[in-house]
């Protein structure tokens, strides 16, 4: 979790709260927190930032929603709906995280934290990428999130951080690619996994899979009998990869089947 970048905004929300509200009275943090019962904002407040220092996300996630349903005119109500949004993320519960992100946005959508809510947005699909077997739905979702972040507020900390992660899944997904590419090879289903490789290098070149994927488009090629074309591939292999191992093998392979290619 990018605690770092999230955690001024969220210490900033939560101080001014605490601090304009104070003269409120009340406190928070016993056991009545859970009790969903009419409370002054200060109170109510109060009593969910302490479940949130205490890591206890979800019951500090629903005292934030209850600072909004109990007082939505109140100038606390829009600090509460982000601060929900970080509990949600904090707890782990990713889904509900974008979804008050999103209603954030909904309803403020100039604000000044509006950056700060489409990170969230960002980080909470990020953080449910899977692994490389299984679908990637959520990676897309990712990457598309991620990509909005750097689009609408490309100067920000957001942006920065956005464009690593984004580097990242790209890996993710050209990684995937890898995974069907070998697993047609595998059935010796050569075009197919010819397609699935060639993806890699036209569309993740910059990824760390790049240099595999052109020595397994030399080795289908070969199988194809194209030599000619794996020629070309073991050729941009060597030219950009001259030091790496699969280099070293299409060259071993292409001295045993196409010598002459």
Excluded at 45 to 57: E, P, S, V
Excluded at 243 to 250: I, L, P
């Amino acid at each position: 979790m990018n605690r770092k970048i999230l955690a001024p905004v969220i210490l900033a929300l939560s101080t001014a709260v605490l601090t304009g509200c104070a003269s409120l009275g009340g406190g928070g943090g016993s056991g009545k927190d859970t009790r969903y019962v009419a409370r002054d904002v200060n109170t109510l407040y109060n009593a969910a930032k302490d479940r949130l220092d205490r890591k206890q996300y979800p019951v500090a996630a629903a005292l934030f929603d209850e600072v909004e349903r109990q007082h939505p005119y109140s100038p606390w109500a829009r600090r509460a709906q982000l601060m929900s949004a970080f509990s949600y993320y904090m707890g782990e519960k990713y889904n509900e995280s974008i979804q008050a992100s999103r209603r954030f946005l909904s309803i403020h959508p100039g604000n000044k934290d509006a950056p700060y809510a489409y990170y969230l947005i960002a980080l909470s699909y990020y953080e449910q990428i899977s692994d490389v077997t299984r679908d990637q739905k959520i990676t897309q979702q990712a990457l598309a999130a991620l990509g909005e972040v750097q689009r609408r507020y490309p100067d920000t900390r957001y942006a920065a951080d956005a464009r690593l992660k984004v580097d990242l899944v790209n890996d993710h997904l050209a990684g995937k690619e890898m995974e069907i590419g070998r697993f047609y090879q595998r059935r010796s289903l050569w075009l197919a996994s010819v397609l699935r490789f060639r993806e890699v290098v036209d569309k993740y070149e910059t990824t760390t899979h790049t240099p595999e994927a052109l020595y397994r488009l030399t080795e289908g090629y070969l199988a194809m009998g194209v030599p000619e074309e794996a020629k070309k591939a073991a050729a941009v292999l060597g030219n950009n990869y001259p030091g790496s191992k699969w280099y070293e093998r299409a060259y071993a392979l292409m001295q045993k089947h196409a010598p002459t290619a």
